[in-house]
T-cell receptor, first 111, second 114 residues
Framework: DAKTTQPPSMDCAEGRAANLPCNHS???????VYWYRQIHSQGPQYIIHGLKNNETNEMASLIITEDRKSSTLILPHATLRDTAVYYCILGTTGANSKLTFGKGITLSVRP | SAVISQKPSRDICQRGTSLTIQCQVD?????MFWYRQQPGQSLTLIATANQGSEATYESGFVIDKFPISRPNLTFSTLTVSNMSPEDSSIYLC???????????FGPGTRLTVL
């Protein structure tokens, strides 16, 4: 079973920031928080991951609370192409690390 | 990031037949993974394939139904055997990349069994 909890859906206006929450209260010390997204009928796309520090890349920012029990993925300027299912997943960075996908959150970006 | 391709991209098959799905990675990788995504559902891991050893299957998946080959560090196949309509799903492969230490996914194979 997935170890993360996400709301089933949310929407935001195009051009605005999208803040996607995730709860992971049972996270272990060596587990990272990974975010993937799946645009309809495509393979999941890696977005970002982090252990305890906030992370930023060209796609998004990841904010992890100090107690590591929750996190937020931030898409700074959402576009219509960001409409997708976003998955928050816990895992380690080893080569045999398995990813257990939950149901994710469906983000709808409206014009 | 690794670039992963799958063949075929989609297929329609008759029940009782088998289909082999190919997964090619553009660089050498240690671990490859096969997932199933049933209609309207999330992804479920079928098995982990390490080059030179037998694949490791998750609970609910067996080698006789989903035999996997991993002949080298860039290629793997998944066979869906003796298919039934319940096997209609998207099948995805992924590979572990050593730059960002995470998994990258192929585009998927959409299988419909009649």
């Amino acid at each position: 079973d997935a170890k993360t909890t996400q709301p089933p859906s949310m929407d935001c206006a195009e051009g605005r920031a999208a803040n996607l929450p995730c709860n992971h209260s049972t996270i272990s010390g060596n587990e990272y928080v990974y975010w993937y997204r799946q645009i309809h009928s495509q393979g999941p796309q890696y977005i970002i991951h982090g252990l305890k520090n906030n992370e930023t890349n060209e796609m998004a920012s990841l904010i992890i609370t100090e107690d590591r029990k929750s996190s937020t993925l931030i898409l700074p300027h959402a576009t219509l192409r960001d409409t997708a299912v976003y998955y928050c997943i816990l895992g380690t960075t080893g080569a045999n690390s398995k990813l257990t996908f939950g149901k994710g959150i469906t983000l709808s970006v409206r014009p | 990031s690794a670039v992963i391709s799958q063949k075929p991209s989609r297929d329609i098959c008759q029940r009782g037949t088998s289909l082999t799905i190919q997964c090619q990675v553009d660089s050498q990788v240690t671990m490859m993974f096969w997932y199933r995504q049933q209609p309207g559902q999330s992804l479920t891991l079928i098995a982990t394939a390490n080059q030179g050893s037998e694949a490791t299957y998750e609970s609910g998946f067996v080698i006789d139904k989903f035999p996997i080959s991993r002949p080298n560090l860039t290629f793997s196949t998944l066979t869906v055997s003796n298919m039934s309509p319940e096997d209609s799903s998207i099948y995805l492969c992924s590979a572990f990349g050593t730059v960002t230490y995470t998994q990258y996914f192929g585009p998927g194979t959409r299988l419909t069994v009649l």
